[in-house]
């Protein structure tokens, strides 16, 4: 059986190549770059791409690890030789798919996760956020130098500031993949990962501060506070006040699906653009939009066809089963806004993680110095985070601290900041890439592991 699954993978990228090559060597008709068609074709191969990694399900992983890790392996093929892929992850529109993916999935995981849990688990989520932002700064400052001596105080500063960092995008796929978004320790994970984004941004500010002047500027690091601060209150708080009054406006026009589908999306695209607007990432935004989401806004428009037809069965049922069908429809009536949005899903989120794993350069790790120090600091990156998964409280302190471990592409948003800045060597920068590499493709797997041996303990007991 397996054998066969292996051939039909080789089968398909044998076409895949020939097809690709093909396309590529023909004339394009913008003047020496690439045709929309050619464009159209790789889209394709990612997504066929991310279903066919899919295959690590069978081995109890969950799709995501699949899809970084087959994204790797196109990514690299250039080390063989082959270059057919090379222009995927600079591709404009790609990109702009790519991001427009973690959105999606950020905005989903809004609508799946529950603010009345996340709200009881605040105080938690600030303590782990908080430690898992001054442990692995600390680390940065005071250990770093024992792994890559000889470095300015500004080097070891921003290295410090590149270990705070954390790409819950990864980890929320996992709890999703898993069922478990409403664990309490995902609801930790995802409320410390939105603190973890505005200590970053303050982070950020003041190390960038020091570099260029040598000094903190109070006022800049105060306003990022307060942007934030107020962006997330009135996003959970007037967002659920204005939202339902937003929903029966356009009831009045259309009551149909395409409506509900497009006041949702909008909603979640516009939150994506305010919370970029005051320097925070737009997984933030979608992701708070996400959260103020509630079906009980949407009863003024059309129930979807099924519904009516199960419904209208159960009303002719015996009592017992008319209970049990009711039961199942009022599931799946309040699920109707995720269903909306699922096929976006199917389609973005795929390309996204594909395209992360596509960003990783193998080549970085055949420089023998360069990856022993690298290794030094993953175990930094970690041991940081672990740290701070014990101030979780009373819930698995290991998944808490795992979750918060992956850096993505976060991390090299903060890399790139300092090389940009002059502080950031090629070395370092290398050493970074191969931290980030590291701590987000082995999360999936130990995530997957913990949560597994988790739900077998609670059986058990």
């Known amino acids: 059986m397996k054998n066969s699954i292996v051939n039909k ?6 076409i895949a190549f020939t097809a690709t090559n093909s396309l590529l060597a023909a004339p394009t008709g913008d003047g020496g770059g690439h045709s929309v068609g050619i ?22 992983q969950p799709s995501v690890l699949g899809e970084l890790l087959v994204g790797v392996l196109l990514g690299n093929l250039s080390l063989i030789g082959i270059q057919w892929f090379e222009p995927i992850p600079t591709d404009t529109i790609i990109h702009f798919l790519a991001e427009l993916g973690v959105v999606i999935l950020l905005f989903q995981i809004g609508m799946e996760s529950n603010l009345e849990q996340m709200t009881k688990v605040g105080g938690r989520a600030a303590a782990v956020a908080i430690i898992g932002v001054v442990v692995p700064l600390l680390l940065g400052v005071f250990i770093v130098p024992f792994l890559l001596p000889g470095l300015g105080s500004n080097a070891y500063l921003f290295i410090g500031a590149t270990l705070t960092a954390t790409s819950v995008g990864i980890t929320a796929r996992v709890f999703r993949d898993l069922g478990k978004l409403q664990a309490p320790e995902s609801q930790i994970v995802l409320g410390a990962a939105v603190i973890d984004d505005i200590l970053g941004l303050i982070i950020l500010a003041v190390v960038s501060a020091i570099v260029k002047t040598g000094a903190v500027d109070v006022l800049s690091v105060a306003i990022i506070i307060l942007k934030a601060a107020a962006f997330l209150i009135s996003a959970v708080y007037l967002g659920r ?6 929903s029966r406006a356009f009831s009045k026009i259309n009551t149909g699906t395409g409506m509900k589908f497009t006041i949702v999306i909008t909603l979640g695209l516009v939150f994506a653009y305010l ?3 005051i320097g925070l990432a737009p997984i933030i935004g979608a992701f708070a939009a996400g959260l103020l989401l509630d079906p009980v806004h949407f009863q003024s428009f059309e129930k979807p066809q099924i519904i009516t ?9 015996e009592p017992v089963i008319k209970e049990r ?11 109707t806004i995720e269903e909306l949005i699922a096929p976006l899903g199917h389609f973005f989120v795929p390309i996204f993680f594909v395209v992360t794993g596509m960003t990783v350069r193998l080549e970085t790790l055949f420089d023998g110095p360069v990856l022993v120090t690298a290794l030094g600091v993953t175990a930094l990156a970690v041991v940081g985070k672990l740290i701070a998964g014990f101030a979780a409280g009373n819930v698995n302190k ?9 850096r993505g592409e ?10 940009a800045l002059g502080v950031v060597t090629d070395e370092v920068f290398s050493v970074i890439v191969i931290m980030v590499i590291l701590t987000t493709l082995m999360t999936p797997p130990i995530l997957t592991v913990l949560l597994k041996r988790q739900r077998q303990n609670a059986i058990a007991a």
Not at 325 to 330: A, S
């Open 39 to 60: 464009t159209l074709l790789w889209i394709a191969v990612l997504l066929i791409a991310a279903k066919l990694s899919s295959i690590v399900e069978r081995f109890g």
């Open 9 to 14: 993978l080789l089968l398909f990228t044998g």
């Open 241 to 246: 006040i204005l939202a339902p009054l937003f």
């Open 398 to 406: 290991s998944i808490v601290g795992w979750g918060m471990v992956p």
């Open 275 to 277: 919370a970029e607007i």
């Open 325 to 335: 069908i009711l039961k199942v429809v009022e599931h799946h009536e309040h699920h």
């Open 410 to 419: 976060v991390g090299l948003i903060f890399a790139t900041a300092g090389k």
């Open 309 to 317: 037809d199960i419904t209208i069965v159960a009303e002719e049922s």
